[in-house]
């Protein structure tokens, strides 16, 4: 084991020209034990989608289990469209759950029906509600015609915004919908259950989401926390969880909530309790292939990380990125999305996960979770194209990311590689040069030491594979012949796009093929690896090939 056990060369600089394609060139990452950066906080633990009704079909609820198991602490769901008006049927871009109506006088009809239901499957499977308030039932908008939208994939994305999008016709009725929805929450699973949730109002209210204006939203969101706050003064509320960094828009929004007159209660200032926006990647297509944009992403989120230092009275609020994804239109099908079904998804995942906790650290901020927008579509052809966790009850590649980061815990130790591009470089540049990002996230926690190492880069074509060598350092007395697991996502692990390609990739797989791409689909462990790893003087090492767009996790326990 010595032999490995070389000097870290921290200026190592990989030149992928210099090997040829089917070459492996070599990085060097180096894990200290003894130097933590605070918590590894389980940041991925947060999912969500456009369309809420799927959460109560059989796919749906398959896919909630399988978030469910992915285990302590808490993981939470956020859905569009949980107040919009029809009768539960899904669509793409759409839900209802027709919470409110009118009689001929003009009275309230509350009917929870629909919106308990989908409730309910998140809470049968070990999932909570991010409570997303809104979109504008039928009888309360101004414009309320045309409601439900015929979009599809191919048309203008515009076509969705409909009357679902407009302010109330009366904020004292759209306060009182929000009053007895949490009140009736409150009274079907208890305050204390109901104080765990999240609640925030609308969504991307800076963009065609919302067709008033900002300080109408002000309103809008003030007479929806002030409802929250009358049924449950312990809920947890916040915003504005808006497209981007929320720019002007977001500006005013904190400045409204932190320094102005409140429009429902007529005090001074909105409660807020946690700060959200948007962060998404901004994929293309070019000569002949994916090419994704990270940089987009990760520069948005610095840009917000930013904004929210810059106030004093936000100094340690939890913050939550509401929607976090390598490109802005889960439902959307096309050439430039075509890094889904993969393991690009997956790299580009463990990438993007690992620099959130970076950022935070730079700028000072609490970051408490990411929203990967993306869940099912039920009953659609196999691996469609959509951005989803999975394809007619299958997981794909990207959720094994997710079942990795669930395997870490504890402390966030120091893990430094020659490959590692840096978060500033790939905000600036991407990773579109000659070389990838190889690089590790490490936690400790007692008996447990877990290493999260990623291949990653923007231009989904063939490169060589990475031959990492691994040194750890600072492991614990106790930790004297380690046990070692090794699990990996890439083209033969944890995969089941790549066994249905392999099957001839069936419209209507048989049963034994299901069963098959069943077993595929789970994380899976790399073939030859050492059941124990051997440690000297708290130094232990180990090599192995990460082929490009590639995920391994290394754990320790002992």
């Known amino acids: 084991m010595r032999s490995f056990l070389r000097p870290f060369l921290l200026s190592a600089v990989i030149t992928l020209a210099a090997f040829a394609a089917d070459e492996a060139f070599p990085v060097t990452i180096r894990v200290d034990a003894t130097k933590t950066h605070g918590e590894l906080k389980p940041i991925y633990r947060f999912f969500g989608a456009d369309e809420p009704n799927y959460a109560t079909m059989k796919d749906g609820r398959k896919l909630l289990r399988d978030i469910g198991r992915l285990g302590e602490p808490q993981e939470y769901f956020r859905a569009h469209s949980l107040l919009v008006t029809g009768d539960g049927t899904p669509a793409l871009k759409w839900?209802?759950?027709?919470?409110?109506?009118?009689?001929?006088?003009?009275?309230?009809?509350?009917?929870?029906?629909?919106?308990?239901?989908?409730?309910?499957?998140?809470?049968?499977?070990?999932?909570?509600?991010?409570?997303?308030?809104?979109?504008?039932?039928?009888?309360?908008?101004?414009?309320?015609?045309?409601?439900?939208?015929?979009?599809?994939?191919?048309?203008?994305?515009?076509?969705?915004?409909?009357?679902?999008?407009?302010?109330?016709?009366?904020?004292?009725?759209?306060?009182e919908l929000v009053f007895q929805w949490t009140k009736h929450c409150v009274e079907r699973y208890g305050a204390g259950e109901v104080a765990k949730w999240y609640w925030e109002v609308w969504n991307e209210a800076n963009i065609a989401y919302w067709k008033g204006t900002p300080e109408e939203f002000y309103k809008l969101h003030d007479y929806a926390i002030d409802g929250v706050r009358r049924a449950l003064p312990t809920a947890?509320?916040?915003?504005?969880?808006?497209?981007?960094?929320?720019?002007?828009?977001?500006?005013?929004?904190?400045?409204?909530?932190?320094?102005?007159?409140?429009?429902?209660?007529?005090?001074?200032?909105?409660?807020?309790?946690?700060?959200?926006?948007?962060?998404?990647?901004?994929?293309?297509?070019?000569?002949?292939?994916?090419?994704?944009?990270?940089?987009?992403q990760l520069r948005t989120i610095d840009t917000a990380f930013a904004r929210f230092a810059s106030f004093p009275e936000l100094k340690g609020k939890p913050i939550v990125i509401g929607e976090s994804d390598p490109d802005g239109c889960?439902?959307?099908?096309?050439?430039?999305?075509?890094?889904?079904?993969?393991?690009?998804?997956?790299s580009y995942t463990a990438a993007v996960f690992s620099r959130k906790h970076v950022l935070a650290e730079k700028h000072g901020v609490n970051l408490e979770g990411a929203v990967t927008w993306a869940f099912e579509f039920e009953d659609q052809p196999y691996f469609a194209g959509f951005r989803v966790l999975a394809s007619n009850g299958l997981t794909l590649p990207v959720f094994n990311t997710f079942r990795m980061m669930a395997k870490m815990s504890g402390q966030r130790i120091e893990a430094q590689s020659s490959g590692d591009l840096g978060v500033e470089t790939i905000i600036k540049s991407g990773v579109r040069g000659p070389a990838p990002d190889v690089a590790a996230l490490a936690s400790l926690a007692p008996g447990k030491l877990a290493v999260l190492v990623w291949h990653y880069h923007d231009d989904d074509v063939p490169g060589p594979a990475a031959a990492v060598e691994l040194t750890l350092a600072g492991l614990p007395g106790a930790a004297a012949q380690p046990k070692l697991s090794h699990y990996r996502v890439d083209a033969t692990h944890s995969n089941a796009y790549t066994l249905w390609q392999s099957l001839g990739s069936p419209v209507a797989p048989t049963r034994p093929q299901y069963v098959q791409l069943e077993a595929a689909a789970q994380l899976g462990r790399l073939e030859n690896t050492p059941a124990t790893v051997a440690v000297e003087n708290g130094l232990a090492a180990l090599k192995f090939p990460l082929p490009r767009q590639a995920v391994s996790l290394l754990v320790l326990t002992w």
């Open 95 to 175: 839900g209802s759950t027709n919470a409110y109506t009118e009689d001929a006088l003009g009275n309230p009809i509350y009917d929870w029906t629909i919106v308990d239901r989908i409730f309910d499957a998140y809470l049968a499977n070990g999932v909570k509600p991010y409570a997303q308030i809104g979109f504008m039932p039928k009888a309360l908008s101004t414009k309320p015609d045309p409601y439900q939208h015929e979009w599809r994939p191919g048309f203008p994305y515009n076509e969705i915004y409909t009357g679902w999008a407009y302010p109330p016709k009366d904020y004292a009725k759209w306060g």
């Open 236 to 296: 947890r509320v916040g915003g504005m969880d808006s497209a981007g960094d929320g720019g002007k828009f977001m500006q005013g929004f904190l400045e409204h909530c932190l320094h102005e007159k409140n429009f429902a209660t007529g005090e001074l200032g909105t409660p807020l309790d946690f700060l959200s926006f948007h962060a998404k990647g901004s994929p293309t297509f070019v000569d002949g292939h994916v090419r994704t944009g990270i940089a987009n």
């Open 330 to 346: 889960a439902a959307c099908q096309g050439a430039q999305l075509g890094y889904r079904n993969g393991t690009m998804f997956s």
